[in-house]
């Protein structure tokens, strides 16, 4: 089982619509959780953070964590084709302690069609 | 606030050469990671400093290495390259056990 799960997509979605990325992860002593957007041929940037369940918005993207089922998501809402990217979901590392080690899933390609 | 500063950008190497990598922190912020980022592998932690120390390592061969100095820039070295070794190498900063921002990168490749 890889430690940070993502379906690698794509994911494909209409302009306006509602995307909704998953990931699973392993390490049941994580306690925070994030979301970055990595465009072609750039850095990683990131967009969301969440370390308590339930959801946590902020403008149009809302994250969601469960850590009963080691599940977090991130849902974008009015998807413009500028949400064009890949979506990284990373989990810090806590076995032996906080850590600032990211365990970073492979990634879901988003494409929104306009 | 200015963001995190990778140098250089772009590297080209020769196999069994060895490099150094510099990066310049978020101001504040303490911790420094290295990630390495290729399509087969992804991203994968290499290390992080926190206030000069090694405070955590991933699973990466000695040939890889890193220190922090005093005013928490940091440099990466990978010695005796590798092709293997052309990556995407990246730097992370975060004030602590927070939010971690990346740098531009340095595109490495290794002929």
């Known amino acids: 089982q890889k430690e940070v799960e993502q379906n690698s997509g794509p994911l494909s979605v209409p302009e306006g619509a509602i995307a909704s990325l998953n990931c699973t992860y392993s390490?049941?002593?994580?306690?925070?959780f994030f979301w970055y957007r990595q465009y072609s041929g750039k850095s990683p940037e990131l967009i969301m953070s969440?370390?308590?369940?339930g959801d946590k918005e902020d403008g149009r993207f809302t994250a969601q964590l469960n850590k009963a089922s080691q599940y977090v998501s991130l849902l974008i809402r009015d998807s413009q084709p500028s949400d064009s990217a890949t979506y990284l979901c990373?989990?810090?590392?806590?076995?032996?302690?906080?850590?600032?080690?990211?365990?970073f899933g492979t990634g879901t390609l988003l494409a929104v069609q306009p | 606030k200015a963001g995190v500063t990778q140098t250089p950008r772009y590297l080209i190497k020769t196999r069994g050469q060895q490099v150094t990598l510099s990066c310049s922190p978020i101001?504040?912020?303490?911790?420094v990671s290295w990630y390495q980022q290729t399509p087969g592998q992804g991203l994968q932690f290499l290390f992080e400093y926190f206030s000069e120390t090694q405070r955590n390592k991933g699973n990466f061969p000695g040939r890889f290495s890193g220190r922090q100095f005093s005013n928490s820039r940091s440099e990466m070295n990978v010695s005796t390259l590798e092709l293997g070794d052309s990556a995407l190498y990246l730097c992370?900063?975060?004030?602590?056990?927070?939010?971690?921002?990346f740098g531009p990168g340095t595109r490495l490749t290794v002929t």
């Open positions: 101001s504040g912020h303490r911790s």
């Open positions: 992370a900063s975060s004030r602590d056990l927070y939010e971690q921002y």
């Open positions: 990373a989990v810090n590392w806590a076995r032996g302690g906080a850590t600032n080690k990211l365990i």
């Open positions: 390490d049941r002593g994580s306690q925070s």
């Open positions: 969440i370390y308590s369940n």
